[in-house]
């Protein structure tokens, strides 16, 4: 079964702080891509960052960076320097590249960021 | 400007009449896909289709139809069998980055709020 699992339904963060949101994931394939977006009021999905199940590096976007630990099958955004622009919820996703292009997303996390 | 369109952005209908919200890309995009998202919750896949002409169902398909007569579209239309159809709607594409790092992404339109009276 592939699986997302959020586990922090809101979070809050001081502005210019650091926050990770968590995710793990289930799947029994060993090719994925694991995908975050951010979901402002507005309702828009933003992409953030991908990483690929054979990247060797995490992988970094400006302020935000994956925290990819396969073993665990865990892969937590990292926000730097918070900003309240990052006010919004946030999405992590899978795809296993076995399930004909078939994506499966967490419920999300609320992210406050106070000034 | 490449993206994806869906119209209208706000919807009402009546209990018990079919509705079709629209989507349009021009990505050059084969896969699309339609997801349901109720408030405080995650997206949950209605249907989606990898090639013209074919299409498969997600989780949630019950009350829900769509059809892939081209490319640049993928149509969903909520039935009068779909128990409770009060919720926002996007659509997606998937496809190589246009900017950034290298990767495949799935791409959104802006959605369509859909509520039955």
């Known amino acids: 079964a592939q699986k997302i699992t959020q586990t922090q339904p809101g979070m809050f963060v001081q502005e210019k702080e650091a926050v990770t949101l968590d995710c793990t994931y289930d799947?029994?394939?060993?090719?994925?891509?694991l995908f975050w977006y951010k979901q402002p009021s507005s309702g828009e999905m933003i992409f953030l960052i991908y990483?690929?199940?054979?990247d060797e590096q995490n992988a970094t976007e400006g302020r935000y960076s994956l925290n990819f630990q396969k073993a665990r099958k865990s892969a937590n955004l990292v926000i730097s320097a918070s900003q309240l622009g990052d006010s919004a919820m946030y999405f992590c996703?899978?795809?296993?590249w076995g399930t004909g292009n078939q994506f499966y997303f967490g419920t999300g996390t609320s992210l406050t960021v106070i000034p | 400007d490449g993206g994806i369109t869906q119209s209208p952005k706000y919807l009402f209908r009546k209990e018990g009449q079919n509705v079709t919200l629209s989507c349009e890309q021009n990505?050059?995009?084969?896969?699309m896909y339609w997801y349901r998202q109720d408030p405080g919750q995650g997206l949950r896949l209605i249907y989606y289709?990898?090639?013209?002409?074919?299409?498969q169902k997600g989780d949630i398909a019950e009350g829900y139809s769509v059809s892939r007569e081209k490319k640049e579209s993928f149509p969903l239309t909520v039935t009068s069998a779909q128990k409770n159809p009060t919720a926002f709607y996007l659509c997606?594409?998937?496809?190589?980055?246009?900017?950034?790092?290298?990767?495949?992404?799935?791409?959104f339109g802006p959605g369509t709020r859909l509520t039955v009276l």
């Open positions: 997606a594409t998937y496809g190589w980055r246009t900017s950034g790092s290298d990767a495949y992404e799935q791409f």
């Open positions: 990505l050059n995009h084969d896969a």
């Open positions: 289709s990898q090639i013209v002409n074919d299409f």
């Open positions: 799947t029994s394939d060993q090719s994925y891509g």
């Open positions: 990483q690929g199940s054979y």
């Open positions: 996703a899978m795809r296993p």
